[in-house]
C-alpha cells in the first residue's frame, strides 16, 4: 500500500488514483486480436453462451487432420473434456494418464482437437457476439461452424474475437498442433544450451516449460485451451 515503494513511484500512483474519482462512471474496452470490441460498461451483466457446454477431445497423429472438414464421418473416438482444462486432465478423467507418465508422445507428439455443440440462447442469433479464448496451448487454430477465425502461437495470450452472425446449431472447434514435429526443426545455434530442456528449440515457442524439463517436471506437459474459452455479446 505505498510502504514498499519509492518516492516517485507514490507519487505517481497518487497521481493517477486522483485522476479517477471513485465515483466516476468506467467501462471496459478489450484488446483483441483482430482489433478493439465495442466499449461495454463496468457493471453490466454478460452472459456465457458457452457456460454449461458439453466439450470433448480427440488426438491424432500430427498432420493427419488439418481441416475441419475431415472430422465428418464421425470416426473419431472423441473423450469427455473440461474448458478450461488440458489434454492430460481430460486423459486422466478417463483413467488412460497419471502423474510420472512417459506421455510426451501422446501430449506434444500429436495433434489435439477440442469440439463443442451449442445454440444461441433463445434462438436469437442476431447481434454481434465476441468469442473470448483466454488462452491456449499452444500452437492453436480456431474455427467456427467452419470458418477459420483464429490462429495463435503463444499460450499467454488472451484473443477476442468479433462474431458477427450465429447459425441455429454452431460447432466450435479448436486445434492444438504437435509441438514436437516443430521442436525437431533445424533453428540458429543458440548463444547458451540449457541441459535442463527437453530440446534447445523450445525457446522459439512461448509455452510453459512444466511437463517439458527431464528430471524436474517431466510430464503433463500442457495441451489445450488451458483458460476459459467464452461466448457473449
Known sequence: KGANLSGTARAVAKDVTEEIPPTATRSICPLCSNGVMRRNPAGTVVTDVLAGATW??????????????ELADGGESWIPASVPGTAASALRSCGRWKWGDDDREILDGSDWWYRCHFDPPGGDDRGTWE?????????ADVWLNGEHILHSENMWLTHQIRVDH???RNVLLLRFAALDPLLARRRPRPRWRSLSLRAQSQRWYRTTLLGR???WGTSGAPVGPWRPVRLHR
Open 131 to 139: 468469442l473470448e479464448c483466454g488462452g491456449l496451448a499452444t500452437i
Open 166 to 168: 450465429l447459425e441455429a
Open 213 to 215: 524439463i527431464p528430471g
Open 56 to 69: 470433448e477431445c480427440w488426438s491424432c497423429r500430427p498432420d493427419a487432420v488439418v481441416d475441419p472438414r
